[in-house]
């Protein structure tokens, strides 16, 4: 059973949403605010942790950048009053896997809320991993880890490290924004060019030395976005015991 961490200030919100994924065959914790997050976070792991973007005095924003940057769990933003394109821009930006806004049909957000699950299958049934070279870097999808030539890791988003898979699964192949958005899996229903956009910019700045002047990650204008060096593959095997 799939256990969901709800973090919402509004009692009636988090019993609602309590209760009706619940009834779904779903285990849920629900706290208000960030601290009582941090606190079950050392409890248990849950499989999905949806925030509302609106916490008092806290801000959802925050808490997902936070939580995207320490943990490889997938996030869902709800939101009653964030609704332009440059705030669902900037909540897949940090680390969401899906942003909702109020109000919603219980159907539509169930539907997310599995959609969202697929994409994270049960690590224990995976049976091998790949590892990625390229220039001395080395890409993990083990623990979704990226080390540079030098051994130092260097932190990822969950949608920017997709976004990287993506390219280093296709090298030196010219890849369309929509080919990057349905790699990436940014967000399930609506789609926007500007994400992707975003998701290469912050990428950049992790992987050249001059974002403006970048060696891997080049623009083919009118086209898309080509991962422009050689990648060596390797498939390796978990060990079980």
Do not use: C
């Not at 280093?168 to 992707?196: K, N, W």
């Amino acid at each position: 059973m799939k256990n969901i961490l709800i973090v919402d200030d509004d009692v009636s919100v988090r019993r609602m949403l309590g209760d009706y994924l619940s009834q779904h065959a779903f285990r849920i914790n629900a706290v208000e605010n960030s601290a009582q997050m941090a606190r079950q976070l050392t409890v248990e792991a849950p499989d999905l942790v949806i925030v509302d973007m609106n916490l008092g005095q806290e801000d959802g924003l925050q808490i997902v950048r936070n939580l995207s940057a320490k943990r490889d769990i997938p996030i869902i933003i709800i939101s009653g009053d964030r609704l332009d394109e440059d705030d669902k821009v900037n909540g897949l930006e940090v680390g969401a896997s899906d942003y909702i806004t109020k109000p919603f049909a219980m159907r539509e957000f169930l539907a997310r809320v599995r959609a969202v699950l697929r994409e994270r299958p049960d690590r224990r049934a995976q049976s091998g991993y790949k590892v990625y070279t390229f220039d001395g870097w080395r890409v993990s999808t083990r623990n979704r880890q990226l080390r540079t030539a030098e051994g130092e890791e260097v932190k990822l988003t969950i949608n920017e490290f997709n976004l990287l898979v993506a390219f280093l699964e296709a090298p030196r192949q010219v890849l369309s924004r929509e080919q990057l958005l349905l790699a990436t899996r940014v967000h399930d229903q609506e789609i926007y060019d500007r994400s992707v956009d975003v998701l290469i910019l912050r990428l950049r700045r992790k992987l050249e030395i001059e974002a403006s002047a970048p060696r891997f990650i080049k623009t083919e204008r009118g086209l898309g976005y080509i991962f422009d060096t050689d990648v060596d593959t390797e498939i390796l095997r978990v060990r079980t015991q």
